[in-house]
């Protein structure tokens, strides 16, 4: 299965430059997502914009496929990606900065997809896992829990300029919850990774 890593933000909040490339366990944010997909069997395309030139130089450098996109926004950039590469079949939709994923969990998350019968699938964990709540974007309930999304989804690329009938995934994961978007968070990441702990 295709995996687009979504890599085109700024991560102003951080203020280290690219958001992709800060350093965390002793590389890019981007490479551990990378690593995650890779490892567990999926070709990797990682979209990028005119925000993030030093990312797009990274993945030259270092072989990543690269499609710079527009940069007019997440939904937007991944739309276009999926257009460029004429993707018929399901693919995963990942944000660049979850530095704890590992390849069981993306395999979990297309198993119950594929289980599901649905278009497409979103990925959600219970808030109670994030350590800064004030952080979460928006919280839903999905399967009773108060959830947010963890920035993790299969999409179908043939219907990818059309609404999709979705499977909302609740995972009590909290390698997950390690979405990296202020200087407390990349602290938090960078101590689990190093000591390998995932709690």
């Given at each position: 299965?295709l995996?687009?890593?979504?890599?085109?933000?700024?991560?102003?909040?951080?203020?280290?430059?690219?958001?992709?490339?800060?350093?965390?366990?002793?590389?890019?944010?981007?490479?551990?997502?990378?690593?995650?997909?890779?490892?567990?069997?999926?070709?990797?395309?990682?979209?990028?914009?005119?925000?993030?030139?030093?990312?797009q130089?990274?993945?030259?450098?270092?072989?990543?496929?690269?499609?710079?996109?527009?940069?007019?926004?997440?939904?937007?950039?991944?739309?276009?990606?999926?257009?460029?590469?004429?993707?018929?079949?399901?693919?995963?939709?990942?944000?660049?900065?979850?530095?704890?994923?590992?390849?069981?969990?993306v395999?979990?998350?297309?198993?119950?997809?594929?289980?599901?019968?649905?278009?497409?699938?979103?990925?959600?964990?219970?808030?109670?896992?994030?350590?800064?709540?004030?952080?979460?974007?928006?919280?839903?309930?999905?399967?009773?829990?108060?959830?947010?999304?963890?920035?993790?989804?299969?999409?179908?690329?043939?219907?990818?300029?059309?609404?999709?009938?979705?499977?909302?995934?609740?995972?009590?994961?909290?390698?997950?919850?390690?979405?990296?978007?202020?200087?407390?968070?990349?602290?938090?990441?960078?101590?689990?990774?190093?000591?390998?702990?995932?709690?």
């Amino acid at each position: 299965m295709l995996a687009l890593i979504m890599a085109g933000g700024e991560g102003s909040r951080l203020n280290l430059g690219e958001k992709p490339l800060v350093r965390v366990g002793g590389k890019p944010m981007i490479a551990h997502v990378i690593h995650a997909f890779k490892t567990y069997g999926c070709d990797v395309v990682v979209v990028a914009s005119g925000r993030t030139p030093m990312t797009q130089n990274w993945c030259r450098t270092t072989g990543i496929d690269l499609i710079p996109a527009a940069g007019s926004g997440y939904i937007e950039d991944m739309v276009e990606a999926v257009i460029t590469l004429g993707e018929q079949h399901p693919l995963f939709v990942s944000v660049s900065d979850l530095p704890c994923l590992q390849p069981d969990i993306v395999g979990t998350i297309e198993t119950l997809y594929r289980h599901s019968g649905k278009d497409a699938c979103s990925s959600w964990i219970p808030v109670s896992l994030i350590k800064n709540i004030r952080e979460v974007p928006y919280i839903e309930k999905v399967e009773g829990s108060d959830a947010c999304p963890c920035g993790i989804n299969i999409l179908r690329g043939d219907l990818i300029q059309e609404p999709q009938e979705e499977f909302r995934l609740l995972l009590n994961e909290p390698r997950l919850a390690h979405n990296v978007n202020t200087r407390t968070d990349l602290e938090y990441a960078d101590r689990v990774l190093r000591e390998g702990s995932h709690q």
